[in-house]
């Protein structure tokens, strides 16, 4: 029988794959104005961006679409931030639906700091979904992104909603869905990233607010 996932285990907080920020053990408040270049919110764009030129092509399964609307800025920076959080979803959930799970996969180490608060959540949990023999299916919706790249050009926030009502949690043998403990529609992701000794952007905290986003986007 596949137990049930703890109540913070719902899933929006999968669709980031880390714990609330007191397990994380990080800090998700923004850069101090004095020292942030941007502070804005990315703009228009197509729902679903490429993959960045430089960055690989994670590949996911029929089953799972992720939809990032308005997931560019006219900032060459602040797009780097953007691509690379993209791309940690979709390695997320890429390393979800293998068959078995695998937190270990080379995307995963590309997008994630090792080390960090979110390193070490996003392992366990997608451990968890290895042990109960658990999928996810559907589809995880991206929306209003705010990006914030710090003074010194190595530290960002990238803060954004998430929508999951389109998407479930599955038993990866019989394909029955899951029952949620505590489901909700819209939650806040609040980001932490750094760029690492070759100049890349990866995530380093991850916390959620569940009460910060609606169908409009980010409260402010």
Request: a negative charge.
């Amino acid at each position: 029988m596949v137990r049930q996932y703890r109540s913070a285990t719902t899933l929006a907080a999968l669709a980031a794959a880390t714990l609330l920020v007191t397990a994380c053990g990080g800090d998700d408040s923004p850069p101090s104005d004095d020292k942030v270049e941007g502070a804005r919110k990315s703009s228009p764009a197509q729902s679903s961006p490429a993959p960045p030129a430089d960055g690989p092509e994670i590949e996911l399964p029929g089953s799972v679409e992720l939809v990032f609307e308005d997931w560019e800025s006219d900032d060459p920076e602040e797009q780097a931030v953007l691509d690379s959080g993209a791309q940690r979803q979709r390695a997320t959930y890429e390393a979800i639906t293998r068959n078995p799970p695998d937190p270990n996969t080379e995307f995963i180490a590309l997008y994630n700091m090792k080390g960090t608060g979110a390193w070490t959540s996003l392992q366990d949990w997608i451990g968890e979904f290895k042990d109960a023999g658990a999928t996810v299916a559907g589809t995880f919706r991206f929306f209003d992104p705010e990006v914030r790249v710090a003074g010194n050009g190595i530290t960002a926030t990238l803060r954004f909603c998430s929508d999951e009502r389109a998407a479930d949690q599955k038993d990866r043998e019989s394909g029955e869905v899951l029952a949620q403990p505590d489901p909700y529609e819209y939650v806040e992701y609040s980001t932490t990233l750094q760029k690492n000794d070759d100049g890349k952007w990866q995530t380093a905290d991850v916390s959620n607010n569940r009460d910060a986003c609606d169908a409009g986007g980010l409260s402010q």
